[in-house]
């Protein structure tokens, strides 16, 4: 028979359960909305495009819930397992308004093969994205991940091509292998103190360093940071636009707000090992997606290589180990949404057309200068050229470094990603170089020749202009992160 | 009103490159009138704010500032952007040249057939970054205009160019992105290392600056008080510098022993020797110029390339001055090598086009020689080179571009005794290029003549031996403009096809109204250099001044 501590424990226990749903409630919509969507597919009376317009919904009632988040002070919920705090209302906005983007770019662009599946399994991932921002528990975080990766990987294999099966194939055999190695790590970190709470991390044991390495292997596969990052071309080719626009973004940040996450409450960040580790990925992500972009013809494969590389830039915020590196991540992570959704909406309406190599798009300057307008905005705002936000998110992600300039570790990435940056230019200004100087190939006939579709060139003009308004006053957007989401 | 003129010479023209786009293809004709009409407009402003310029100070005129972008960077205190525009004696000549240089683009750009609202358009925007390039007196409005310049021009050379252009062009953007990679990387260093003391006073309640300046360098300002900037006005005072930070002139902050300030100095030369542009860094340029057609041409050599010029001063030496003093015997010899090496790599070409392109890698190397010996001389002529290359070489191109348009055809084998077919555009050739090599009389010879004053007058900086081999300069630039002119212009009257002969009228009304105003000019400022020079002596003298100043605490200087 339990004694009478005992119950009393348990009834505390489910008391701060209980009370802790409420302020779960944007991930509880999703989760609701996800298995909603789930039975809806099966009624197959309704459409397609009715499941993306109750995904959108869903995304817009979470939303009500995370903007509150923004304005709320911090909590901690559910025993150290999760944190509510206005940073983490800003990444979930982030990756709401990216699963709409996604939809509504399904809803605009039917692709060849319809899946039903497509917006439950797009919620998935937007919730296990939910999850890896709030995570502070290992538990939280495991969850978190494999949903995100389960559901890529399905995504992935279901557009029906060959190639899709392939690249589902490749990318989950190299997810298991990385969550095998993240939970190798977790578990040594649990015989170590067990406890599952970020906070209390052996930081004392000699093995630490190896133990983080383990458990951010998985993390990293996920930011697509190299050496990590193998999978990233292959899906990147044989997934439709608005999928990897998804894959591109909510993925990525979600991994860049669990490490910052992580390496706060493990308190690793003051770790001089630690940042070493993250400096050489850094680099090597940057080295490797520039200069393996510079060689590639597929579009999607060198949009790729630039998540890669822009992946290193993110980590440059947190290698300099100050707040100001932080605020220029998230500055620059926002950025980083826009413009790879600009580029992305334009991927999407070439692909329509059966566009997928740089020699497709070649001469197609003359179809329409709104296009190339559009395009040359997203391309040096990845490039991180005034006068758009990509400018500001470059600068101010440098400034970070430089204000730890005494550091050898910081002058080397900062040499790297400065240099890096020129080389870059190389490759993004590839896609209006095709489009304006090479000569036009003759082309049959049909819907090959017709300029994008106005519903892309208004959505992308939609992207644009945040893009360039962000940059004539950052500061509205810098303020606010500076206040509501680095506040003491 | 008057204080608005600034903005209104930067912002005219993207107004009517608004105008421009928004009008439909079938009033396509008219695209060119707007453009001469925001051209003009420009011209007769610049001409305006120099006329009204006063030349008996070296403070900034016409200055206006506006809050812009304000951000809190919590620890670090606060990042003020601001729009702070002015002119002074180092940028008023520039301004006066852009608006010359624009307004003969936009009548040289006349002939465009193709593609027209976009070269309109891109030439607006052009000459409202290059004219932002100038004006401006904050470092990132600065640092947006310089980039901003590159995209247009990207296109402008790449679109409408020759047959390479393509190549030609993105070798351009990427040589001209490495050097403001540089200069962004010493921007961000400056801006967390100066404070602006009006606003940091405003924060502190004190409202005299000196004695924020004081607090300042006692270390009494809390770090989340401090207001960061890019202002350059700012950034030339070292009582703003922040006392610890990286780039302090008063203390000495090293990496592996050697100076950060010294690596800043080193990163802003490239940086604008690469626009310069500065042998070894000078390749693009004749790419770029054989390439771009003829008004890119024009605008390129004249006012693009003194960017480069003008970062020397402003930035460079304004910002840096002991780095100026600590290299100035390297930057001499790098000027001399551009002088000699420039002018032998000329007198090889065969194509018109590209021997005036390397004329002017030559010239360019003469600011740096005058630059360097860091006398009022020196400066003024290193100055004076700028403006009076800027009327010559738009002037030298124009002249290819007269050939070009007739014949598709530049090399210089192909022609020979035009002065018997076209005898107006020989005249205006042989004026043109007689002006370029610095005979007396016109612009030119002040100019070298004072840089040559410079480098000698400087013992300290400059050994004698350096100035006497620059002297060799003018040797060659004389040896192969007269060559030109003598294959060319004289000897028996030869074409290479009959065809191309008939072709070769003399000069059209449109190009007399590009030709007479330069050459007018050029006349001008040759025999009354003091309209020029007057304007700008008092800056010149207050920079030298503040150079050494500033500057010959922190170095060692042995005699050479």
């Known amino acids: 028979m339990p004694q009478a501590d005992q119950i009393s ?139 995100v990766s389960l559901s890529s990987y399905v995504l992935v294999a279901i557009n029906g091509q060959k190639q899709g099966y392939e690249a589902g194939i490749k990318y989950l055999l190299f997810g298991a292998v990385a969550t095998a190695i993240m939970l190798y790590g977790i578990s040594l970190v649990y015989g170590i103190n067990g406890s599952l709470v970020f906070r209390e991390f052996p930081t004392g044991n000699p093995t630490f360093i190896i133990l983080s390495i383990l458990i951010l292997s998985g993390v990293l596969f996920k930011l697509g940071a190299a050496p990590m990052h193998i999978w990233a071309p292959d899906v990147y080719q044989a997934t439709p636009a608005s999928t990897i626009a998804l894959f591109s973004v909510v993925p990525k940040l979600a991994a860049i707000g669990l490490i910052i996450n992580w390496l706060q409450q493990t308190m690793l960040w003051q770790q001089t090992l630690m940042l070493y580790f993250l400096g050489a990925v850094a680099i090597l992500s940057i080295v490797v997606g520039v200069f393996s972009a510079i060689w590639q013809q597929s579009i999607k494969r060198l949009m790729a290589y630039s998540t890669i590389a822009n992946a290193g830039f993110m980590l440059l915020g947190i290698v300099a180990g100050n707040t100001l590196g932080l605020a220029a991540i998230v500055f620059f992570g926002v950025v980083y949404a826009l413009m790879n959704y600009l580029t992305f909406t334009l991927i999407g309406g070439w692909e329509q057309r059966g566009f997928s190599i740089m020699s497709n798009i070649s001469g197609r300057a003359k179809d329409g200068y709104y296009t190339l307008v559009l395009l040359v905005i997203g391309m040096i705002a990845l490039t991180g050229l005034p006068p758009t936000a990509g400018f500001t998110g470059k600068l101010l992600l440098f400034s970070s470094l430089w204000a730890a300039m005494d550091q050898p570790l910081i002058q080397t990435v900062f040499s790297v990603a400065v240099l890096s940056t020129v080389v870059s230019l190389f490759f993004y200004l590839k896609l209006p170089y095709y489009m304006i100087f090479k000569p036009s190939v003759d082309r049959h006939s049909g819907t090959e020749n017709d300029p994008l579709s106005n519903s892309h060139l208004w959505l992308a003009t939609f992207l644009a202009l945040p893009l360039l308004w962000f940059f004539i006053k950052s500061d509205f957007l810098l303020n606010f992160i500076q206040l509501h989401i680095f506040a003491p | ?410 090399l210089i084998e192909n022609y020979s005794g035009l002065a018997s077919t076209m005898p107006y555009f020989t005249f205006v050739s042989v004026v043109v290029f007689f002006a370029s090599l610095g005979l007396p009389g016109f612009s030119g010879f002040v100019a070298e003549l004072l840089a040559f004053l410079g480098a000698f007058s400087a013992d300290n900086l400059i050994p004698t031996w350096l100035a006497l081999v620059s002297l060799l300069g003018l040797l060659v630039t004389a040896a192969y403009y007269l060559w030109v002119i003598q294959r060319m212009y004289f000897g028996p009257h030869w074409v290479r096809s009959a065809k191309q002969g008939d072709k070769l009228r003399d000069l059209t009304y449109r190009e007399w109204i590009m030709f007479v105003p330069l050459l007018l000019l050029i006349f001008l400022f040759g025999i009354m250099p003091h309209l020029v020079l007057d304007a700008i002596n008092p800056s010149i003298n207050e920079f030298v001044r503040q150079v050494w100043e500033a500057g010959l605490p922190y170095v060692n200087l042995t005699p050479r």
Not at chain 1, 51 to 65: E, Q, T
Not at chain 1, 77 to 93: E, M
Request: aromatic share 12%; hydrophobic share 55%.
């Open chain 2, 1 to 410: 009103m008057e204080n608005h003129l600034l903005t209104i010479l930067i912002f005219l023209p993207l107004l009517f490159a608004v105008v421009v786009l928004a009008l439909p293809e079938r009033l396509a004709g008219s695209y060119r009138w707007l453009t001469l009409t925001a051209t003009s407009i420009q011209l007769v402003l610049s001409i305006w704010l120099f006329l009204g310029f006063d030349g008996s100070t070296s403070d900034y005129q016409y200055w206006q500032k506006t809050d812009w972008i304000t951000f809190d960077l919590k620890a670090l205190g606060t990042l003020s952007i601001d729009y702070q525009i002015g002119v002074d004696g180092l940028s008023i000549l520039m301004v006066l040249l852009s608006g010359i240089v624009m307004f003969t683009g936009a009548i040289s750009s006349w002939s465009i057939s193709q593609k027209r609202k976009g070269y309109f358009t891109l030439y607006l925007v052009l000459s409202s970054n290059i004219m932002g390039c100038f004006i401006a007196l904050d470092f990132f409005l600065f640092y947006l205009f310089f980039e901003f310049m590159l995209l247009p021009m990207y296109f402008l050379i790449g679109l409408w160019g020759g047959k390479r252009s393509a190549y030609a062009s993105i070798k351009f953007f990427l040589y001209t992105l490495l050097g403001s990679l540089f200069i962004l990387a010493v921007m961000i260093g400056l801006y967390l290392s100066v404070i602006d003391p009006v606003e940091t006073g405003q924060r502190l309640g004190v409202a005299d600056v000196n004695q924020v300046q004081e607090l300042l360098r006692a270390g009494q300002i809390e770090s989340h008080h401090l207001v960061r900037t890019f202002s350059i006005p700012a950034m030339g005072d070292s009582a703003n510098f922040i006392p610890g930070s990286w780039l302090s002139i008063t203390e000495v902050v090293t990496i592996d022993s050697s100076q950060f300030r010294y690596w800043a100095f080193l990163l802003l030369f490239i940086g604008f020797a690469i626009k310069l542009p500065m042998v070894p860094l000078h390749t693009w340029l004749p790419d770029a110029h054989v390439e771009a057609p003829t008004p890119i041409s024009v605008v390129l050599a004249g006012i693009l390339l003194k960017i480069g010029g003008y970062g020397f001063f402003r930035f460079c030496y304004g910002l840096f001055p002991e780095g100026a003093l600590h290299s100035a015997y390297w930057i001499a010899v790098l000027g001399v090598l551009a002088i000699i090496y420039g002018g032998l790599n000329a007198m090889a070409q065969k194509d018109l086009k590209k021997l005036i392109a390397y004329s002017s890698v030559s010239h360019m190397g003469f600011v740096l020689l005058g630059l360097a010996s860091l006398t009022e001389e020196g400066a003024m002529g290193a100055m004076m080179i700028m403006f009076s290359h800027g009327l010559t070489s738009s002037a030298s191109f124009l002249i290819a571009g007269v050939i070009y348009d007739r014949t598709n055809d530049r």
């Open chain 1, 9 to 147: 424990a348990i009834n505390n226990a489910v008391d701060i359960i209980n009370d802790s749903l409420p302020a779960i409630l944007p991930e509880l919509i999703l989760s609701g909305g996800f298995v909603l969507l789930l039975i809806l597919d099966l009624i197959s009376s309704i459409s397609i495009k009715a499941l993306r317009w109750v995904s959108i919904m869903i995304c817009a009632a979470a939303a009500y819930f995370c903007i509150e988040r923004l304005f709320l002070p911090s909590s901690v919920h559910f025993f150290d397992g999760i944190a509510v705090t206005p940073l983490t209302g800003l990444w979930q906005l982030v990756f709401l308004v990216a699963i709409v983007l996604t939809s509504w770019l399904d809803l605009t662009i039917p692709s060849e093969v319809e899946r039903r599946e497509k917006s439950a399994l797009i919620l998935s991932i937007g919730l296990g994205a939910f999850l890896m921002v709030i995570a502070r528990n290992y538990l939280v975080m495991v969850v978190g991940i494999e949903l």
